[in-house]
């Protein structure tokens, strides 16, 4: 038995925050006809919290970049009440050769950091790069091209395991286009100018009091009452796509019941593959299955004392440790751990589906995160068994192999062409690696172009536009 629920004029599958954005955009403009479907059992898709007794605990180094867009600030003013958004002086580190070095780079701390020796040698290998250049045009990959504007020994030495410890795949694979959307500059003339500047500019950020996952839950609280939001949605279908009277079918694990639902159009924020496995897409099975992304697991570690470094994230490029990224929630805001006697610590290790660490048992992650934690020295403390958990994140970071582009625009037409009531948005349904204030710009715009009635084509073809995203961590 499917119990019947109302004709929506806009479904949205995913409560992220960028389908959160669109909803309350289209509520504004008096289009009230609207129902999010939701996996979980609750809202914030990647930007969430998760509270517990013992403290709060964001999935990973969050924060909101201070250069945002106009747009995303004067849409985060609405939300919040001023007193909600803190602002923080940034004192993030990146681990080089066994020493902390300040990140954002700071020329005298990268000095110190990799040694006067390595800084020449680094410079010497640029100047090597640069001359050979004028005479063997080198190919076009993320590799080749960090090589020939770094110089071999910064690129083995940063970027390299870098790339591989984030995308889990050999670097010469990924696209050159990579590195425009990670890195604000890979000259090292200009870097070393921005080193210079940043010693006399404090580095902020902006974070919201109690965790990053207020941002999605004070947007459902601003909805509440327009729009329809159903949490614990299960193995969703479409039927009747030929008819008018389009449907989607679901199992609500809340009520426990199978549902059908009419609709007029779909907005899709889910990944890639899971929509177009609803939708008999065989025939870009190809284009689909080169859309892949890095998953990461989580590990939340609660350790007794404090920390040994002063910082709220540490970025660990080199291989031999197990994460990329750690962070500490307590000095993003005091107020996120009950107690002061222990600190968490939020490890970040990125996996591939099928290796090794996609595998490794929670218990065995904890024991190498916490290991790795104390060859670093960030801390020196006893762990805290009771209360250390692991969350397994699939969908993270977009991998770039080259010729994605190509892959993702095979697959827009082809949605535009056979469901041209269906639009993809967000992080994942547009493959973008972009941040929270970008992923609501791109809700924003969305819910511009359904107002304005555009077509999906047109939607597809201006998304585009998103891939030019700088990326900042
Ligand atoms: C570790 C980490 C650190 C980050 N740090 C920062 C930072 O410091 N600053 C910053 O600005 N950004 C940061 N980001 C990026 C930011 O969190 C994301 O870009 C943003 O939250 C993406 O929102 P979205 O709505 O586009 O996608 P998502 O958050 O992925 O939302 C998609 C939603 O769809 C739901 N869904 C999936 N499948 C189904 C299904 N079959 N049925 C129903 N629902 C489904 C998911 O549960 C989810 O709620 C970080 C991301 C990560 C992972």
Known sequence: MCKIIPRYKYVIIGAGVSGLVTASKLMTQNSKDILILEQEDHVGGLCRTIKKEMAA????????????????????????????????????????????????????????????????LCFLSYLTAKLKSLFIKAQASYEKNLITSVGARFYHLFYRPYAIKVWGIRPDLISESAIKKRMATTNPLKLVASMLFQLSRQLSYYYLKGGIGNIPESIEQSIKGNVHIIKGVRDFNFIALDSPQKKLTFYDATTKEQRCVEFENIISTIPIPKIIQKLSGQEISHAVSSLVWTGLRLVFLHIKGHPQVYGETFYFPELEYTFGRVSIPKVFDPNMQKEDDYTVFICEVPYLAGDKISTIADMDLIDKCYN???????????????????????????????????????????????????????????????????????????????????????????SRAFHNFKLRD
Not at 61 to 87: C, G, P, V, W
Not at 103 to 119: D, M, T
Not at 395 to 416: A, C, G, M, R, T
């Open 57 to 120: 605990y964001d999935l990973g180094s969050h924060r909101l970049h201070t250069s945002m867009s106009k747009k995303s600030k004067a849409y985060l003013d609405n939300i919040f009440k001023k007193e909600q958004l803190i602002k923080n002086r940034r004192y993030s580190k990146l681990f080089l050769r066994k020493h902390y070095i300040d990140y954002p780079l700071q020329l005298v701390n990268v000095l110190k950091g990799i040694g006067l020796l390595e800084s020449i």
């Open 372 to 462: 790795d934690l104390l060859k670093t020295k960030l801390t020196a403390g006893k762990l805290c068994d009771q209360f250390n958990f692991c969350k397994k994140l699939p969908f993270v970071y977009p991998i770039y192999i080259k010729s994605w582009e190509e892959h993702l625009q095979n697959v827009l037409d082809w949605i535009s062409k056979h469901y041209p009531y269906i639009y993809l948005s967000g992080r994942m349904g547009l493959f973008l690696h972009c941040n929270i204030d970008q992923t609501m710009e791109v809700g924003l715009e969305l819910a511009e172009t359904l107002l304005a009635q555009k077509p999906s084509y047109i939607w597809h073809k201006q």
